[in-house]
């Protein structure tokens, strides 16, 4: 058993009550992560108190129930948080009040949650994580859990179009052998979309900004997305689906609530722009980032930076 999977393993076996938090604003891979890790330990450890916490997602609702704890153990229970870098985004309340804390997180490294982490940026996904972790371990699956992973690297690749590998392909082929998970089903639940969805997508494909140097951008704010029968989570969640636009290299979806919090979801094909979110409180892959803020000020200066860094980044390929 590798060390590193030992160490999560061991944690896991300690205490008796366990929760499973992600990041706030959670995609299809926080909650793959999330929901197959806590089915897993649930289905070796049926004597455990297993708990997944954090908002619920009535679009993701196919993985499962999120857990509603009315108070935390935070002196004796273990706290395992998948797929966040940042103590920010992690969400569950009083996170520094956990004295347990175990981190399975696929970004670059941003913060240190305690002396048990499982780090790896070169994996696809937090999913792809936990199906090495019961891989490599004692941790049990079944075609539930499968189909939750499946769902996490299959979405945070983009259907294996980027972030992905061979080990990637290997991991994946030997899980639909293993489980015979239906594959047809996963897609369908993933990417099937309700008509006010996709005439949302013509409204943002009318209105996105392009200039000749390949950078794209998109407001929306919560007016707009109510008139499309649609939500803030779905414009953030569909951003992928401009990823093959030729005169397009870099893009931006900006949604504004009610409250002035904005939402910048950004995606690169080529530029490397998490190290600009960085600049900004935000974060993530080099090719996939995001940033949150209440003030339109950081918008305007973060969305200057974009374009300049795509400016650069097309200078040097005409070159």
């Known amino acids: 058993m590798n060390n590193k999977y030992k160490l999560i393993y061991n944690e896991i076996k300690k205490y008796k009550k366990i929760y499973i938090a992600r990041h706030i604003g959670p995609d299809p891979d926080a909650f793959g992560s999330q929901m197959s890790l806590k089915e897993s330990i649930k289905l070796t450890f049926p004597e455990k108190e297993v708990y997944a916490v954090g908002a619920t997602v009535s679009r993701f609702k196919y993985f499962g129930k999120v857990d509603k704890v009315q108070s935390f153990d935070y002196e004796n229970g273990l706290l395992i948080v998948v797929d966040t870098p940042d103590i920010k985004r992690v969400d569950i309340d009083n996170f520094l009040s956990?004295?347990?804390?175990?981190?399975?997180?696929?970004?670059?490294?941003?913060?240190?949650?305690?002396?048990?982490?499982?780090?790896?940026?070169?994996?696809?996904?937090?999913?792809?994580?936990?199906?090495?972790?019961?891989?490599?371990?004692?941790?049990?699956i079944n075609e539930s859990i499968a189909g939750n992973i499946f769902i996490g690297i299959v979405s945070d690749t983009n259907r294996f179009l980027y972030n992905a590998n061979p080990k990637t392909f290997a991991l994946i082929t030997d899980l639909i052998k293993k489980q015979k998970i239906d594959v047809d089903h996963l897609y369908r639940?993933?990417?099937?979309?309700?008509?006010?969805?996709?005439?949302?997508?013509?409204?943002?494909?009318?209105?996105?900004?392009?200039?000749?140097?390949?950078?794209?951008?998109?407001?929306?704010?919560?007016?707009?997305?109510?008139?499309?029968?649609?939500?803030?989570?779905?414009?953030?969640?569909?951003?992928?689906?401009?990823n093959n636009i030729n005169e397009v290299i870099v893009w931006v979806f900006i949604t504004k609530d009610k409250s002035n919090l904005y939402r910048v979801n950004i995606r690169s094909r080529g530029p490397v722009i998490n190290e600009v979110a960085a600049r900004y409180g935000g974060g993530g892959h080099k090719y996939a980032s995001g940033v949150r803020t209440d003030s339109k000020e950081t918008v305007d200066k973060l969305i200057k930076d974009l374009s300049e860094c795509t400016k650069e980044y097309h200078k040097k390929e005409e070159e």
């Open 98 to 140: 956990f004295k347990h804390v175990v981190k399975i997180d696929h970004h670059p490294m941003v913060d240190k949650f305690g002396p048990v982490e499982y780090i790896d940026d070169n994996c696809s996904s937090a999913s792809e994580m936990i199906l090495k972790l019961i891989n490599h371990t004692k941790l049990k």
């Open 189 to 242: 639940l993933v990417y099937s979309k309700p008509l006010s969805e996709v005439r949302l997508m013509g409204h943002i494909a009318s209105t996105l900004k392009v200039d000749k140097y390949g950078f794209a951008c998109v407001e929306l704010d919560e007016d707009v997305m109510n008139s499309f029968g649609s939500d803030l989570a779905a414009a953030s969640n569909m951003i992928n689906d401009f």
